[in-house]
């Protein structure tokens, strides 16, 4: 067993990973060593480089089956596989078309639910796959609730996946809170909206796409060689509970 987060001659595959999050992963496993097989639906104006060396490309949809399953004919071995590919936007329940709530769905569990099935094949012992999670599935996550349902649903098929395939591919969910990508003014506004959603985490700031990618790094490494179904909080120490600013408790007579 290496002690070491040298990743040289692994092959990864990175969906969703030519920009913001999926970029930064894609970029720490090339640092690594690794050589990385980013996957998207359609191909950006520039790939992830890092350590001197670039990213491959593959378009794809995750959603569909039989396109990840020619996908997969096409490879002959995948040591890791990082599902990344998600999202969606602010959108109640109610509003907006049916459809648009069963894609959110689809992308960020039906997706990843594919793409670990196709690539299984192809994984040697000791292989192992990252979900990417988000906090929205172990809190409640109103506006975004198809978003929020599905990561919890991959939280819950990453436990089933890292029994089903024990000992031979470890599965574990890299659970995000806020991380400060390119996109970053659609969610929080302006740079005066940054710095005050920032305010709020313990930490002081939001994460980074490279410290995702340095956690996956260490997941698919030897150094997690006994990690598997685990959920692993990358959050910045969480969200200060609602009930501290809203007591009303004399905070001098409880010293």
């Not at 071995?77 to 998600?86: H, K």
């Not at 890292?162 to 400060?180: D, F, K, Q, T, Y």
């Not at 179904?229 to 910045?236: A, D």
């Amino acid at each position: 067993m290496s002690l070491t987060l040298d990743l040289a001659g692994k092959i990864v595959v990175v969906t969703g990973g030519v920009r913001g999050v999926g970029a930064g992963i894609s970029r720490a496993f090339l640092e690594a060593g690794a050589d990385v097989l980013a996957v998207a639906r359609r191909e950006p104006d520039a790939l992830p480089e890092a350590g001197g060396r670039t990213a491959s490309f593959v378009s794809l949809d995750i959603r569909d089956g039989d396109a990840a399953e020619a996908f997969a004919a096409g490879l002959d071995r995948v040591d890791v596989l990082v599902n990344n590919a998600g999202g969606g936007p602010f959108l109640p329940l109610t509003e907006g078309p049916l459809r648009t709530h069963v894609k959110i769905l689809e992308l960020n569990l039906i997706g990843p639910m594919i793409m670990a099935r196709a690539l299984r094949p192809l994984m040697p012992d000791g292989g192992s796959v990252i979900n990417i999670g988000s906090v929205s599935g172990v809190r409640p996550s109103p506006g975004t609730a198809p978003y929020g349902a599905a990561k919890a649903g991959l939280h819950s098929l990453t436990q089933s996946l890292a029994v089903e395939w024990a000992p031979h591919v470890r599965v574990n969910s890299l659970i995000l809170g806020m991380i400060r990508t390119e996109l970053a003014h659609l969610h929080y506004g302006d740079e005066e909206g940054v710095a005050a959603v920032e305010r709020t985490v313990p930490m002081g700031r939001l994460g980074t796409p490279f410290e995702v990618g340095a956690a996956c790094v260490y997941l698919a490494s030897d150094l997690a060689s006994y990690v598997t179904g685990t959920q692993l909080l990358m959050h910045g120490g969480g969200e200060r509970p609602a009930f501290l600013d809203a007591a009303t408790v004399n905070k001098e007579e409880t010293r």
